[in-house]
């Protein structure tokens, strides 16, 4: 089989749950960003939220991304690690009941990893991230034959966390690379951009040909405060570059070219989990469709739009996903 999309990320279980702003004060987490923290941490914080209301679901960075370009209609496979125990069986099932291609669980001591997700009445998103057996993807876990055979592959950059599920990145990059495969790659999120800042840069300069950002961390990347020069030097770097700017909606470019605005789709925002991921399965989509840069930009608009209208990281059941229709119910 082929795929449109072949991504490869942290496999991770998400927890989300409802708080107060005053939570997130109270613990000092940085509000809207993402915390790598203990199995024994994580599950003093589950504690307090004992009988209250939340969300158990697969998730991830790019396996969202993957998902919702299947919900779109394409053919994706997902590359990461879960155990055999009661998250990682969840996880398998879920990806496996939507046709996502899946290797399914791991017979190893560490168990699956998990996100509890606290989400504030803004609706922001704080990600408190234990790793599990996520953290150890290696670069034996990445399938040639399953790589070769996409037409795009997806990695985000919450691997660069550790050395060899960094590893495991490169080696699909460069499988990709050899087979005249796009490289599409997110940032994923500030922390990662200010933490292995040089090495992200050698990454897209040299390996990547499609870069997903938010403004935050393209001003993170190019050192600048200045949302337009940080987006030109990531142009200039990855050859094409999406960044999204919250209500702002998002830009999109080729090196060289001028910037495309395009404008965030009007919809009462719940839970901003996963808008950034989803809006990377829109754009993603409609390239492999053919579709021009603003036209891609749109999909991924909607798709954003569409996944913070609800709790969790996936597109609403009530979502459609007519290419054509999405196009005309943009509004300039």
Not at 131 to 155: M, R
Not at 173 to 189: C, E, M
Not at 291 to 314: D, N, P
Request: aromatic share 8%.
């Amino acid at each position: 089989m082929s795929y449109d999309l072949v991504g490869i990320g942290n496999a991770l279980v998400d927890i989300e749950v409802r708080v107060k702003d005053d939570f997130i004060q109270q613990y000092k987490f940085t509000k809207g960003g993402m915390t790598l923290t203990s199995l024994e941490d994580q599950n003093k914080l589950l504690e307090e939220f004992d009988g209250a209301a939340h969300k158990i679901s697969s998730g991830g960075s790019a396996a969202n991304t993957v998902h919702g370009m299947r919900v779109l209609g394409a053919n994706t496979y997902y590359l990461g690690r879960v155990a055999d125990d009661r998250y990682g069986k969840h996880y398998t099932e879920d990806m496996q009941s939507c046709g996502v291609g899946f290797p399914g669980p791991d017979a190893a001591d560490t168990g699956t990893g998990t996100c509890l997700i606290l989400v504030t009445p803004d609706s922001e998103r704080t990600m408190l991230t234990n790793l599990g057996i996520s953290c150890e993807l290696h670069p034996d876990n990445v399938d040639e034959t399953i790589v070769k055979t996409a037409k795009t592959v997806y990695i985000e950059g919450y691997l660069w966390t550790g050395d060899e599920t960094r590893a495991a990145a490169i080696k699909m990059a460069d499988i990709a690379r050899k087979n005249r495969i796009p490289v599409a790659f997110t940032l994923s999120d500030a922390f990662v951009a200010n933490t292995f800042k040089e090495d992200l840069l050698d990454f897209i300069r040299w390996k990547t040909d499609i870069l997903f950002c938010n403004d935050v961390e393209a001003k993170a990347m190019a050192d600048s405060e200045d949302a337009e020069k940080a987006f030109d030097k990531l142009k200039h770097l990855a050859g094409t570059v999406f960044m999204t700017r919250g209500k702002e909606g998002s830009w999109v470019g080729r090196d060289g070219d001028d910037t495309i605005a395009v404008n965030a789709f009007t919809v009462k925002a719940v839970d901003t989990t996963g808008a950034g991921d989803l809006y990377a399965a829109g754009a993603l989509y409609g390239l492999n469709q053919g579709l021009s840069l603003k036209e891609s930009a749109i999909i991924g608009s909607y798709c954003a739009a569409q996944v913070v209208t609800h709790f969790g990281a996936r597109m609403p059941a009530h979502s459609h996903t007519d290419i054509k229709k999405i196009l005309e119910s943009y509004s300039e």
